[in-house]
């Protein structure tokens, strides 16, 4: 009982600290809103310069607040419960003196085609799941997650399938927000600099909110710009961070293991972001289930729509195949 509750406090410290990192990003941005819409806009004359500068930062700042939040709170994706293995596959699994071979028995009822360095099929021993194509095991989450791309300490949070579309659009609003703070700030902050006459009056503390808070979205700018560059590339070539470092192997010797996924960047897009007017907003358009996913094989034909190695025409009717003997639940297993 007392090593029950000890790992119980140990827990709850554990999510506290992770949740360090969004408290300091929350606290930088409820203190830029004071620069800018209380300090900043102090010094504008005029009221329809005030006017035209309070919308434009609004409407950039409730897309970058709301993506975050997104981020944050949404899903990366569950595993289905049909890639579980059942209490009987359980004990089974403990009786057998082949682990591998049963697994393999077990896997050949799933849509599954990645395989380890080792060929075999990718079981998560801490989840006791078969893993679908594209998931891994977070040891932060302490679950599988689909087509996990990493997990980042600023949202405390996995980015995987259900929510990578809310990571990007942060990531491209947090430029898009840092430099508009920073186009609208910088003619202040220039006569700040220069301590120009019309400007002395005003208070020093004001004029220290207007010069920090432009070095400080200049630099977040810098930082992460990069960073959403890297993940548009990801995104145009349907790649994951984890897939950068190293590429998944399958069962079907024809699949192209270079790139296994791209489908081309529009298609690729599409499938993050959507389609419709909706698909710069921070609301959930992406396509899939985060299971099945298009293979490029090998190029000797044409094979941009067919799933290599399955002999099907789409992804309904390789569902349909495994349905058979097992049906495909595809609702997401939630973490405890």
């Excluded at 004359?45 to 944050?72: C, D, M, N, Q, W």
Aim: charged share 20%.
């Amino acid at each position: 009982m007392v090593g029950k509750r000890t790992m119980g406090v140990l827990h709850q410290i554990q999510r506290v600290a992770f949740s360090i990192p969004v408290i300091i990003i929350l606290s930088i941005v409820i203190w830029s809103y004071y620069a800018f819409v209380v300090a900043l806009c102090s010094m504008l004359p005029g009221t329809e310069l005030k006017t035209f500068y309070l919308v434009v930062y609004h409407v950039v700042f409730l897309l970058f607040i709301a993506s975050y939040l997104r981020a944050i709170f949404s899903d990366a994706g569950g595993v289905p419960p049909q890639f579980y293995l059942t209490l009987a596959e359980k004990e089974a699994l403990d009786r057998s003196e082949d682990s591998r071979s049963f697994l393999e028995s077990v896997g050949e009822r799933l849509p599954v085609h990645e395989t380890t360095l080792t060929a075999s099929v990718r079981y998560c021993e801490a989840c006791m799941c078969i893993k679908p194509d594209r998931s891994h095991h977070c040891s932060m989450c302490r679950r599988c997650v689909l087509k996990m791309d990493h997990h980042c300490p600023w949202i405390n949070n996995c980015v995987g399938f259900r929510n990578y579309k809310f990571f990007v659009t942060f990531l491209l609003y947090s430029c898009v927000y840092c430099l508009t703070v920073c186009l609208l700030v910088a003619p202040w902050a220039v006569f700040v600099w220069n301590k120009v006459p019309a400007y002395r009056d005003i208070p020093e503390m004001t004029k220290f909110h207007v010069m920090i808070v432009f070095f400080v979205a200049a630099m977040f700018f810098l930082a992460v710009s990069g960073l959403w560059v890297f993940h548009a590339f990801l995104t145009a070539h349907n790649k994951s961070t984890l897939e950068m470092g190293r590429s998944p192997r399958f069962r079907q010797p024809r699949v192209d293991t270079r790139n296994p996924y791209d489908m081309g960047c529009r298609v690729n897009c599409t499938d993050v972001y959507g389609s419709g007017p909706f698909i710069l907003c921070p609301v959930y358009t992406s396509q899939g289930n985060g299971v099945l996913f298009e293979r490029r094989e090998q190029p000797q034909g044409d094979t941009r729509h067919l799933l290599a190695g399955s002999g099907l025409d789409s992804e309904e009717e390789e569902m349909t195949i495994y349905d058979a003997e097992r049906p495909l639940n595809l609702d997401p297993v939630q973490s405890v």
